[in-house]
């Protein structure tokens, strides 16, 4: 029941931005959107999230659509090390708690 | 280093048998959260603590348990053993029940059942 839709893989020159596209259409107007990714099977590492205005760190910047149906996480200079799954996901608060539903992610590629 | 501690980080296991995985939180969160990572089927979210209390509840199978103690460490207690719950199990742990606040994972207890 992932609220997210994410390209399945992509593919980045080193050194060149990487542009991560994600469809959330039914996202309420609360509801916060994350961004995570995971290197081969690690655990999987926060990135950054928002709710309607654009927001950057220093490991990236979230770029989210006025209407928030839709955002765009970007790595500013990709590296080699970068290549993992990046999912992006709604956080879902229910009345005590709550939970990131992870959906299939997109496979980032970097190449040299 | 994420802080969130999780053993064993192997575990090798026949069906049938019971398995408790571990997790300790990154100090001062007081929630704490269950992901299952299979092959076919992604991260699926499990359970969630806070403070000692179960708060929110995924597909969690009637042969899995879990609870938190008063140190806010972290159990995931997994019985009559099947091969298909060969997975990568995750903790993660947060400072706040809700609000904004990040998840922080561990490394992951790799389950294999023969």
């Known amino acids: 029941d992932a609220k997210t839709t994410q390209p399945p893989s992509m593919d980045c020159a080193e050194g060149r931005a990487a542009n991560l596209p994600c469809n959330h259409s039914?996202?309420?107007?609360?509801?916060?959107v994350y961004w995570y990714r995971q290197i081969h099977s690690q655990g999987p590492q926060y990135i950054i999230h928002?709710?309607?205005n654009n927001e950057t760190n220093e490991m990236a910047s979230l770029i989210i659509t006025e209407d928030r149906k839709s955002s765009t996480l970007i790595l500013p200079h990709a590296t080699l090390r970068d290549t993992a799954v990046y999912y992006c996901?709604?956080?879902?608060?229910?009345?005590?708690?709550?939970?990131?539903?992870f959906g299939a992610g997109t496979i980032l590629r970097v190449k040299s | 280093d994420s802080g969130v501690t999780q053993t064993p980080k192997h575990l090798i296991t026949a069906t049938g048998q019971r398995v408790t995985l571990r997790c300790s939180p990154r100090?001062?969160?007081?929630?704490v959260y269950w992901y299952q990572q299979s092959l076919d089927q992604g991260l699926q979210f499990l359970i969630q603590?806070?403070?000692?209390?179960?708060?929110a509840k995924g597909n969690i199978l009637e042969r899995f348990s879990a609870q938190q103690f008063p140190d806010l460490h972290s159990e995931l207690n997994l019985s009559s053993l099947e091969l298909g719950d060969s997975a990568l199990y995750f903790c993660?742990?947060?400072?706040?029940?809700?609000?904004?606040?990040?998840?922080?994972f561990g490394e992951g207890s790799r389950l294999t059942v023969l």
């Open positions: 993660a742990s947060s400072v706040a029940i809700q609000g904004t606040g990040e998840l922080f």
């Open positions: 039914t996202i309420s107007g609360n509801e916060y």
């Open positions: 928002g709710l309607k």
């Open positions: 996901i709604v956080r879902v608060d229910g009345e005590y708690g709550n939970k990131l539903v």
């Open positions: 100090s001062g969160d007081l929630s």
């Open positions: 603590y806070y403070n000692g209390e179960e708060r």
